[in-house]
C-alpha cells in the first residue's frame, strides 16, 4: 500500500536559520497540499502543487514538488518565532483517500 | 474574509452521553468535513458530505457518528454514545468543490471534546 512519511517529525531551528520538511511517498501523488497549525490553531491552507517540478514561493517559503511528484518539500529561510507550528502535508492517495501527513512540529530559539 | 465558525468551543461530556458538535461552513461551500486530532497527533479525516449525503468516510467513522445538515448553514456531527477515547479536537472544514479534486480547504477553530 502507499506510504507517505513525513519528516522530521519535530524541529528545533535557531531564529534565523533555514530548514526543511519533507513528504515522501511511495507512490506516485496526484496533487498535494500544505497547512500550518499554529499551538492551540487550526490547519491554515498554505499552497496547493500539482505540477511535476513545481515550485512556488510565498515570502520566505519555498514549496517544491519533486519531478516524479513522490515527493514534496517546504523549505523556510531565516526562521522567524511565527513560523512556530506543525506544518502538515495533505495529498490525494492513490485510493482517492484524503490523508494529512504526521507533521513536522517546528520550535524557534531566539 | 468568510470563516467556518464551530460551537462550542469545547464540549465537557460525561462517557455514555450524546454529544452533536455543530458546524456553520462558509455560505458558498458545496463539500464539508469533519476532522478529529487527538492530542498531539495529525488530523485525521473522519467524513465527507455533499449534496446532503455522506461521500466519503474514514474507519474511524463507525456507527457511533452520524452528520447532518438540519438546515441551509449548520452541519453536525454527533457522536452517540461517547467513549473516553473520543476525547479529541474536533475539526470543521468546508471547501468550493470535491475534496476528490484536492481543494484547499477552510478550518474552524475548532471543538475541543473531553469525555469523563
Known amino acids: 500500500g502507499q506510504q507517505v512519511m513525513q519528516i522530521p517529525q519535530y524541529q528545533h531551528v535557531q531564529e534565523g536559520e533555514d530548514f526543511t520538511t519533507y513528504c515522501n511517498s511511495s507512490?506516485?501523488?496526484?496533487?498535494i497540499q500544505w497547512y500550518k497549525q499554529r499551538p492551540g490553531g487550526h490547519p491554515v491552507f498554505l499552497i496547493q502543487?500539482?505540477?511535476?517540478?513545481e515550485v512556488k514561493k510565498q515570502k520566505r517559503l519555498t514549496f517544491q514538488f519533486g519531478e516524479a511528484k513522490k515527493n514534496s518539500s517546504l523549505h523556510i529561510t531565516a526562521t522567524q518565532t511565527t513560523d512556530v507550528g506543525t506544518y502538515f502535508c495533505?495529498?490525494?492517495?492513490?485510493?482517492?483517500?484524503?490523508?494529512f501527513g504526521a507533521g513536522t512540529t517546528v520550535t524557534v530559539r531566539a | 474574509e468568510p470563516e467556518v465558525t464551530q460551537t462550542p468551543s469545547h464540549q465537557v461530556t460525561q462517557m455514555g452521553q450524546e454529544v452533536i458538535l455543530r458546524c456553520v461552513p462558509i455560505s458558498n461551500h458545496l463539500y464539508f468535513y469533519w476532522y478529529r486530532q487527538i492530542l498531539g497527533q495529525k488530523v485525521e479525516f473522519l467524513v465527507s458530505?455533499?449534496?446532503?449525503?455522506?461521500?466519503?468516510k474514514s474507519e474511524i467513522f463507525d456507527d457511533q457518528f452520524s452528520v447532518e445538515r438540519p438546515d441551509g448553514s449548520n452541519f453536525t456531527l454527533k457522536i452517540r454514545s461517547t467513549k473516553l477515547e473520543d476525547s479529541a479536537m474536533y475539526f470543521c472544514?468546508?471547501?468550493?468543490?470535491?475534496?476528490?479534486?484536492?481543494?484547499?480547504?477552510?478550518f474552524g477553530d475548532g471543538t475541543r471534546l473531553s469525555i469523563l
Open positions: 495533505r495529498y490525494l492517495s492513490n485510493d482517492y483517500k484524503l490523508s
Open positions: 502543487l500539482v505540477k511535476s517540478g
Open positions: 507512490t506516485t501523488l496526484s496533487n
Open positions: 472544514a468546508s471547501s468550493v468543490s470535491s475534496g476528490q479534486s484536492n481543494q484547499p480547504q477552510h
Open positions: 458530505f455533499y449534496n446532503n449525503e455522506i461521500s466519503e
